[in-house]
C-alpha cells in the first residue's frame, strides 16, 4: 500500500500560453500562487486540460520544471504521464520523476485498445518501473477505456494504485468504488475530476477533488471542501450551486466544442480576470474570440468574480 | 497539388519484436525483402499495426532508419508520424523526413477533441511544417473522429494532401471520396486501409491499398491489384475469396481482442511461418499462446500457406 | 405549468409473469401493497423495468387496469407510454388515460433519430393531444438521444412537461436541471431515475427519485427521503450505503447483461423473498438459474433481507 | 431451409402521406406502379424509411393492405414486423401474414438490449410462432445491435432464416456473410441495404439488394443488377457511380438530419418529379421546405430525372 495521501482540492492547472506559443512563465506564476493562496491542497500539472497531449516533451519537461520551481514545496506537486502505450507512459514519468514530481498519474493505454488484462498489465508496469506513487486516471471520454471500479480497488489494494482521478462522468461506479475502498481500509486517495457536483461526490465519500474551474474560482471549492469536512452539507451543496453559475462560462460560447470550449473558457475567464496575459490556445486549436469573450465577461459580471 | 503519386499495394509493415522487447532486425529483414519480391508499390512504417503508438521516439527513429537502410529505394517509403495533437506529430515528421521517408501520414488528433476546424487546421500546420507529401489516415475507430469526404477532398485539391489511407469503414464514404476526387481531376491517391473488401475498393475507384494481411499473404494482394488494372473483377475476387479464408486467424482465437487479436495474429502467422523469430507483443500486450497458436496454425496449413 | 407535482419515493414498478407468459396478478398485488405500505409517494408503471417494450398492447392495458385496481387512489399512479414515435405514443396515452392513469411518462422518439426540434415537436404534440401530466423519460441508453436540460427546463416553464425522470446516468446534466427549474419557480418535478446515488441526487435538489431497488428493499429509500427531507445527510448517506450493498444483486450473477441482469435480479430477489412465485423474465430474455440464483440468495442474506 | 429464395433489386418502399397525415394512396399507387414497370423483383413495406415506427397498427395494416392490392401478385411482397421486443414482433407478423404479406423482416429487439442469446432466441421465436419466411433485418444504427455473421449464418443453415437485409454498413462483415451463406450450400438470400455501393455488394456475393434511392430513381439499379448478373462490372459501375450522383440529394440540405434528412429527401424529389402529392413526413418530423427543395431541385435537373 502506498504511503502518499492527498485530501481535498487538487486543481488540473491549465498551462498558459505567449501568442507565439511559448509557455507563459509569469501567467503561469500568477495562476499557481493564487490557488496556493486560496488555499489548495495540491496542484496537478499535465493533465487533459494542462495542454499535456499538445506539447512535445521539451515542453512537458518545461512546464513541470517551472511547477516545481513555483510551487517550491507548498503543497504535493502531481503530474500528468500521459501518453498512448506503456513504453511511452514510462518514458515521461522518469523525466517527471527526475524533475521533482511527488505523484505520477496515467490514463489507460489508448489509440490501440485491446482487453482489461491490458490495462491491468499497463498500470502493474507502470508501477513496477516508476518509483513514485501512481494514480489511475479514469477518462473514458478521451482514452475510450472505462477503468473497472473493481479492477481499481484491486490495484489500490495490492499498493499498485496510491489513488484515482476519476473524470469517468460515472457516478455509480464512483460511489462503488469509494465503498469499495472503504471497505478495504481505505488505501487508496479517490479524487473525483469533474467540478459540477463535487458536493455529492464528497458525499459519495470522496477524499478530494480535482476541479478544473478551481483555476478561475479556487476559494469556493476550498470552502465547498471544509465545509463538507464539517458535515455542513447546507453549505456545500450552496457553495457548489454558486460555482455552477460560474460554470456556465461553458455553454454562453458559440461554434466551438471540446477542448477549445472547455479549456478555451478557462482561458479567456483568466485572461479577462487579469491572471493570464493571453487566451492563446496549443494548435490546431483557436482561441476565443469576440462574441464569445464577451459571453464569458458577462457570466464573470454576473458572478461578481470582475 | 502535391507531385507524389503512388499506386498499388502498400502494406502497412508489421514491427517484429525480440522476446526483450527489442526490434527484431533479422526478422524486420525478412518480412521486408519478401514483401518487395512479392511485388508490393510501397511499404508503410509505423501505422497503427506498425506498433508506432507502442513504440518511445528512439524505438520510432529504429524503425524508420532499419527501414529505409532495407528497403533501399526499392519502393516508396511512408512514415506514419501519429501521436496526440499537431506538435508532437510535427516532431516525429521532421525526425522521419530526416531519416529519409518518402511520405508522411498523420491521423486527426486525439485524445482532446474539438471541432472538425480544429481538424482541418492540425493538417494545413502538417503541411506548412512539413517538407513531405502528406496522407491523411482516416481512422476513426482509434481516434474517434471520422474525416469528412468534402475536407479531404478540399485538402486535396488545395494541395495540402497528397492521399488518403482510409481504415474509416465506411465504404459509403470512400466511394463518396473516390469519385470527388476524380471530379477534381485526381489530385490524391487514395488508398483503402481495409483488406477484406479490397476489391471492392477497387471498384469504387481506389488508387490502391493497404492491407495488413499482406504482410502474411503479399503475393494474393498483388496479384488481386493486377487483376482490377486488368479489369478482370471475376479473379480480384477469387483472390480477395482466398484472402478471406486466411483472413480467419483473426477469429480463431479465444480470450483476445484488439490489437492482441488483430496484431497479435499477424505475428503469430508470421512465426509460424518462419518470417519472423518470435510472436512477442509490445508492452502491455500478450502475445498468443498455446490453443489460440494452434488455432492459427490450423488456418495457415488449410489456406496451403504452411 | 402543469398542477401535478409528485415528491418522494416512486418507484418503477417491476412486473411479475407466470411461467406461461401470463401477468401474475397476486405477485403484482403483493408488490404494489408491500411498497405502500413502506411508504412509497407514487408508483411508476410501464417503465423499462416494468417490461413496457416487452408487451403487446393488450398486456399494456391488463397491468394498467390492474394497477389502478390494486392501488386503489392510496399514491398517484405514473403509467409510461414508451413506443418509438410520437403516433403511437399517443394512442397508448389515451388507453392509459381511459385506464385511470394520473400521469403519463414519454420518452423521446427511438429507432427513428432526428433533429432536436423533432424530439421538441415529439412532447409538444404529447402534451396537446393528450389531457394528463407529462413526464419526460430521459434515458440515453434505450433511446440513443440524450434530453438536454435547457430544452427540459423551457418545456417545464412552457407547462409543456409536468416533470421529468432522469435516467441518463448524468449527474451534471441534472444538478444544472434542478438549478434551472429552482430559478424558473420550480414548475416540475424532477426524480432521478437512479438508484445508487439517490443521496446526491436529492443533494442536488431532485424532488424524489424512481428506484428500481426499491422493489426489492423499499423502506430503505423511503427512510433516506425522510433524512434528507430533515437534512441529515449523514443518515441518508448511510442507508444508500447499505442499500448499494444489497444493489449488488446486480454485479453477483455471471454470462447474462442488460435487462435479463438487471431485472432478472430484481424478479429473482423477489421470488427468494416470497413476493414473487416465479422469477419468469419476458420473451426472448431468460431467467436467471442455478448458481446465479444462488449468488443473488447470498447477498440477500448477507444484507439482511432474508 | 426456407423454400422463399429473391434476388435482384428489392426497394423499401417509401409511405406516401397527405397533408393532414392520412395515407396518400394515389401516390402510393404511382410509386408502387413505376417501381414494378421499372422491373424490380420485389417491394419490401414498412421498412425504416416505410414509417413502420412512426405508424400506429392500424396504419400499419392499412399500408400493408393497400400494398398488397396495389402490387397483386406481379412481385413478392416483404413486410417489416418492427417493434421492440418478441410479442410485439409476433403480433405485427400474424397481422401481415392474414393481410397477405409473402415474407417478413424482423429487427435485433431494441430499447431493452440484453446478450447476443438473447438476440438467437427471438428469431427462433419468430420463426416458430410465424408461418412465413422470415428475414433477419441488421440496422445497428437503428436498434443497437449488430448481428454477428456467425450467428446469421447458423439461423440460415437450421432454416431459421429466409435471408438477411444488411444495412449495417459493414462491408467486410457482409463478406464474410456472403462467403460462409456459398460454403454452407447458399440456404439465405442475402441483400445489401445500402445504395452507393451497391456495385460493390454484388462482387462480394449478395443475391441482390434494398435500395432507397430505387424510389426515386428504379431504373438505374435495375440496370445495374443486369449487368452485375453479366458479369460486366464496368457498366454496373458506371450506373453506380450515376446513381451516386443523384444521391447527393441527402446532403444539399441544411439544419436536417436522420429521418428527415434521408427519407425527406425521397418525398421531397418523388413530389418534384410529380409521382408524390406532397412531401409530408410523419409527426413529429417536419417536411423539407425553402431553399431544402430547391436544392433537391438543381440536384434532380442536373441530373436529368426532372
Chains 1, 2, 3, 4 share one sequence.
Not at 69 to 77: A, L, N, Q, S
Not at 178 to 192: A, D
Not at 205 to 227: F, H, I, K
Not at 275 to 301: C, D, H, Q, W, Y
Request: proline residues 5%; negative net charge.
Amino acid at each position: 500500500m502506498s504511503d502518499f495521501r492527498i485530501r481535498g482540492v487538487v486543481p488540473p492547472v491549465v498551462t498558459p500560453d505567449t501568442p507565439d506559443h511559448e509557455l507563459d512563465v509569469p501567467s503561469f506564476e500568477r495562476l499557481i500562487n493564487r490557488m496556493i493562496e486560496a488555499g489548495v491542497d495540491g496542484l496537478f500539472f499535465l493533465g487533459s486540460s494542462g495542454e499535456v497531449v499538445f506539447s512535445t516533451d521539451e515542453r512537458r519537461d518545461q512546464i513541470v520544471r517551472e511547477a516545481v520551481r513555483i510551487v517550491d514545496g507548498r503543497v504535493p506537486v502531481l503530474v500528468g504521464i500521459i501518453d498512448t502505450e506503456t513504453e511511452r507512459a514510462i518514458a515521461h514519468g522518469k523525466r517527471a520523476i527526475a524533475l521533482g514530481a511527488d505523484a505520477l498519474v496515467a490514463t489507460a493505454p489508448f489509440y490501440a485498445l485491446g482487453t482489461m488484462a491490458d490495462v491491468e498489465r499497463h498500470f502493474r508496469i507502470l508501477h513496477d518501473e516508476l518509483d513514485a506513487p501512481l494514480f489511475a486516471y479514469d477518462i473514458p471520454v478521451c482514452v475510450h477505456t472505462k477503468l473497472p471500479w473493481k479492477l481499481l480497488a484491486k490495484l489500490g489494494a495490492e499498493g499498485v494504485l496510491a489513488g484515482v482521478k476519476d473524470s469517468s462522468g460515472d457516478d455509480i461506479s464512483f460511489r462503488y468504488l469509494c465503498q469499495e475502498n472503504e471497505r478495504l481500509g481505505h488505501p487508496m486517495s479517490i479524487l473525483t475530476g469533474h467540478e459540477i457536483v463535487v458536493d455529492g461526490a464528497y458525499l459519495s465519500g470522496a477524499d478530494g477533488s480535482v476541479p478544473g474551474l478551481a483555476n478561475v474560482e479556487p476559494y469556493g471549492y476550498v470552502r465547498m471542501w471544509q465545509a463538507a469536512q464539517a458535515g455542513d452539507w447546507a453549505t456545500a451543496k450552496a457553495e457548489q450551486d454558486k460555482l455552477n453559475e460560474l460554470s456556465h462560462i461553458f455553454d454562453v460560447t458559440t461554434g466551438v466544442a471540446g477542448y477549445g470550449g472547455g479549456v478555451g473558457a478557462f482561458k479567456t475567464a483568466l485572461m479577462l480576470m487579469g491572471v493570464f496575459s493571453s487566451n492563446t490556445m496549443p494548435r490546431p486549436v483557436a482561441e476565443l474570440e469576440g462574441a464569445n469573450v464577451e459571453a464569458i465577461r458577462k457570466v464573470l459580471v454576473d458572478c461578481g468574480v470582475i
